[in-house]
């Protein structure tokens, strides 16, 4: 049995008495009851309470009419176009020819996803982070969600995101098997801890950094409410100024419900009493990843805050014995300290659709088997 609350009725949600119930009642509460864009400014979707086989998940209805202008963890056309053509400059901004060429093919793409209104999705289990972690799931449950949404919303795509190729093998399967189509999403990297073999020279240099370093890590508990303004910025100087504007923007709202909800472990590099650096992450079902991390990019650059994050997250995964995910950007940088590639996807289900709603989903779908995906790992993106 499948039951859908929205804010009028998520007070009426029994939620279960589990590790994964109890995060749920604290993230998609406060979501569901005021709203996305309160946590999230640039998010403008209807975040809904799923409620399957003793599991709660949440079901995010996209805004059609932002006709991409919203994050990519809500936005198709963000994710393929514009937030794609920002990690190509990035990636490949050693290489003048590819840069050069890829940005206006990615750009071909918009016409054919506005005319096939892609847009209209239905996201299950999409927390609004760039990283979604799965619980377990049973086939005969993906197989009512699959049907009841699909039902429910005739006219939108129904998408897991974040499908991870090794993380979710399990998942992939059964959802291939039910006729959801894989449409790549990005290349992310896994830090094991269970890895065995030398451990690499730059997590030994890391290492030696946050040994002699003048900061402290402090926990949440040392974090005051004055300090949410700073933890914000930090989080926006490196997410949405560095890297892209597409990547959700965290309001003060989003990261006190962090402190107070517990949505994530928050943690600071604190020095001379300032905040200079933060770092917020989230664990289920043996793996974890961080969706919170800024740093002040005024600091000089041999303080090394970026690496100080990188190891604090790699020893809390060693300590916790969880599998890191590390996402996706600065591929380098996780390779040379022993993360390893794995392909993630987001799972389209759209028998129920007209053939023009399909077709972009199509077209992303061979391009991604014949061309995005064997460049991504030539590359190694």
Do not use: M
């Given at each position: 049995m499948i039951a859908?609350?929205?804010?009028?009725?998520?007070?009426?949600?029994?939620?279960?008495?589990?590790?994964?119930?109890?995060?749920?009642?604290?993230?998609?509460?406060?979501?569901?009851?005021?709203?996305?864009?309160?946590?999230?400014?640039?998010?403008?979707?209807?975040?809904?309470?799923?409620?399957?086989?003793?599991?709660?998940?949440?079901?995010?209805?996209?805004?059609?009419?932002?006709?991409?202008?919203?994050?990519?963890?809500?936005?198709?056309?963000?994710?393929?176009?514009?937030?794609?053509?920002?990690?190509?400059?990035?990636?490949?901004?050693?290489?003048?020819?590819?840069?050069?060429?890829?940005?206006?093919?990615?750009?071909?793409?918009?016409?054919?996803?506005?005319?096939?209104?892609?847009?209209?999705?239905?996201?299950?289990?999409?927390?609004?982070?760039?990283?979604?972690?799965?619980?377990?799931?049973?086939?005969?449950?993906?197989?009512?969600?699959?049907?009841?949404?699909?039902?429910?919303?005739?006219?939108?795509?129904?998408?897991?995101?974040?499908?991870?190729?090794?993380?979710?093998?399990?998942?992939?399967?059964?959802?291939?098997?039910?006729?959801?189509?894989?449409?790549?999403?990005?290349?992310?990297?896994?830090?094991?801890p269970a890895r065995t073999g030398p451990v690499p020279r730059s997590l030994r240099q890391d290492a030696g950094l946050a040994g002699r370093t003048g900061y402290e890590w402090i926990e949440a508990e040392g974090i005051a409410d004055a300090d949410v303004p700073r933890l914000r910025e930090l989080y926006a100087q490196l997410y949405l100024g560095k890297y892209s504007p597409f990547n959700p923007q965290f309001t003060e709202?989003?990261?006190?419900?962090?402190?107070?909800?517990?949505?994530l472990t928050v943690q600071a590099l604190r020095r001379d009493g300032r905040i200079d650096a933060v770092l917020g992450f989230v664990e289920r079902d043996g793996t974890m990843t961080a969706p919170l991390i800024g740093y002040d990019r005024a600091v000089p650059r041999e303080e090394g805050l970026y690496r100080l994050i990188s190891y604090r997250l790699v020893e809390e995964a060693r300590r916790r014995g969880l599998l890191l995910n590390q996402s996706s950007g600065a591929a380098a940088f996780k390779r040379f300290r022993g993360g390893e590639a794995a392909l993630e996807f987001n799972l389209v289900y759209h028998r129920h659709l007209p053939a023009r709603t399909r077709a972009p989903w199509r077209v992303l779908e061979a391009a991604s088997r014949g061309a995005i995906v064997p460049l991504m790992q030539r590359l190694e993106l």
């Open positions: 859908l609350y929205d804010r009028a009725d998520v007070d009426r949600l029994s939620w279960p008495d589990t590790p994964d119930g109890d995060y749920a009642r604290r993230v998609l509460g406060p979501l569901v009851r005021d709203g996305a864009e309160r946590f999230i400014a640039n998010v403008h979707a209807e975040v809904r309470a799923l409620a399957v086989d003793g599991i709660v998940l949440p079901l995010v209805l996209a805004d059609p009419s932002r006709g991409g202008t919203d994050s990519y963890v809500v936005s198709p056309t963000n994710h393929y176009v514009d937030y794609a053509r920002r990690e190509v400059e990035l990636e490949l901004g050693g290489s003048r020819v590819l840069a050069a060429l890829l940005p206006p093919l990615i750009e071909g793409f918009r016409p054919l996803l506005r005319w096939g209104r892609i847009e209209r999705v239905a996201y299950v289990n999409n927390w609004l982070l760039s990283t979604n972690l799965y619980p377990p799931l049973e086939r005969a449950a993906l197989r009512e969600l699959r049907d009841f949404t699909a039902g429910a919303f005739p006219d939108r795509a129904v998408v897991f995101r974040s499908v991870n190729e090794r993380l979710n093998a399990a998942l992939l399967h059964d959802l291939l098997a039910l006729g959801f189509r894989p449409v790549f999403s990005r290349q992310v990297y896994l830090w094991d709202g989003f990261v006190r419900a962090a402190l107070r909800e517990r949505w």
